[in-house]
T-cell receptor, first 113, second 115 residues
Framework: GAVVSQHPSRVICKSGTSVKIECRSL??????MFWYRQFPKQSLMLMAT?????????EQGVEKDKFLINHASLTLSTLTVTSAHPEDSSFYIC?????????FGQGTRLTVV | AQSVTQLGSHVSVSEGALVLLRCNYS??????LFWYVQYPNQGLQLLLK??????LVKGINGFEAEFKKSETSFHLTKPSAHMSDAAEYFC?????????????FGKGTRLHILP
């Protein structure tokens, strides 16, 4: 099946700094990608829809200025957590869909200290 | 809007016993339905999907699920549990092709396998 690569798998950053997470579709083009956040022992919550060549669509309650999404090419979407704080610590997962299923990255464990 | 309810946040079965994970959905249109498995600190792996073809769907690792419109259910089963099946399982729904619509996840069910 199609492969989605997410990098880094783990990152620790200091409070107040920014962190960029990359999501690549390796063998297919993705005009749309999705970013999810998962708190410990909870489900995946959709944060935003990343659209190639246009602005991302954010879910209600997600701060667009804090979670910057860029989808500059058909194979790459990035999520930047700006001015990170400890409450931003979480597991972030991206997905790239085909017409019949969504393929997920391996996830990024972000810890803000 | 579509939604998914997974009954039971934790399910324990003995090795070799039947696995049954329950999922009910709500959708205003014929849905796309999915079961995903997640191992600790990893992404999601698709077990199987229903996209309006056969109502009994067979997936990987011996899992299968049956779409029952009258019951709005899509329960996941496996005849004989294996220790390696211990993981978190998510049922998910989309009201259109995943390329055109977001996928909404249930809260998940953690499957424990007892030796």
């Amino acid at each position: 099946g199609a492969v989605v690569s997410q990098h880094p798998s783990r990152v620790i950053c200091k409070s107040g700094t920014s962190v960029k997470i990359e999501c690549r579709s390796l063998d297919f083009q993705a005009t749309t990608m999705f970013w999810y956040r998962q708190f410990p022992k909870q489900s995946l919550m959709l944060m935003a829809t990343s659209n190639e060549g246009s602005k991302a669509t954010y879910e209600q309650g997600v701060e667009k200025d804090k979670f910057l999404i860029n989808h500059a090419s058909l194979t790459l979407s990035t999520l930047t957590v700006t001015s990170a704080h400890p409450e931003d610590s979480s597991f972030y997962i991206c997905s790239a869909p085909s017409s019949t299923e969504a393929f997920f990255g391996q996830g990024t464990r972000l810890t803000v200290v | 809007a579509q939604s998914v309810t997974q009954l039971g946040s934790h399910v324990s079965v003995s090795e070799g016993a039947l696995v049954l994970l329950r999922c009910n959905y709500s959708s205003s249109v014929p849905p796309y339905l999915f079961w995903y498995v997640q191992y600790p600190n990893q992404g999601l792996q698709l077990l199987l999907k229903y996209t309006s073809a056969a109502t009994l769907v067979k997936g990987i690792n011996g899992f299968e699920a049956e779409f029952k419109k009258s019951e709005t259910s899509f329960h996941l089963t496996k005849p004989s549990a294996h220790m390696s099946d211990a993981a978190e399982y998510f049922c998910a729904v989309s009201e259109s092709s995943p390329r055109d619509d977001k996928i909404i996840f249930g809260k998940g069910t953690r499957l424990h396998i007892l030796p």
